[in-house]
């Protein structure tokens, strides 16, 4: 019975070990950020993400508006397990147009691999 509950025990830690929290498709926050602005009456939103390393790829999906919420969609494909990439912080931005816009309240969300992670509600003013 001791031996069971001992492997029992071994087996959850090595499966808690195991678990990578920044390579789950679905939970993937990588410290995103935004920020909505206006130039020459085009209204613009700046996207930013810190990825863990170089090796972790982001690619930008487009953005689609649906009523007063524009959703900006990346897919974030992490590196092989085995794979050796240096460990240093690597930023990543992208400005997307959202056109000229109304006087209103509108929303961005950044939705990365199906999941939003970051909303940011904002006003247009006359």
């Known amino acids: 019975m001791r031996e069971l509950l001992v492997l029992a025990i071994a087996a959850f830690f090595a499966l808690c070990a195991a678990h990578n929290p920044v390579e789950t498709e679905k939970s993937v926050s990588l410290n995103t950020q935004i920020l909505v602005f206006e130039d020459n009456g085009v209204w613009k939103a700046l996207i930013t993400a810190t990825l863990p390393n170089p090796c ?26 085995d794979m050796v990439c240096i460990q240093v912080l690597q930023k990543y931005n992208k400005t997307v147009e959202l056109g ?6 509108y929303k961005v969300a950044v939705e990365i691999n199906g999941a939003v992670v970051r909303e940011l509600p904002f006003k247009v003013k006359d």
């Open 100 to 105: 000229r816009l109304e006087k209103g309240e």
């Open 56 to 81: 972790h790829k982001l690619e930008f999906l487009g953005v689609k508006r649906r009523g007063d919420t524009f959703t900006v969609s990346f897919r974030h494909t992490p590196p092989e397990p």
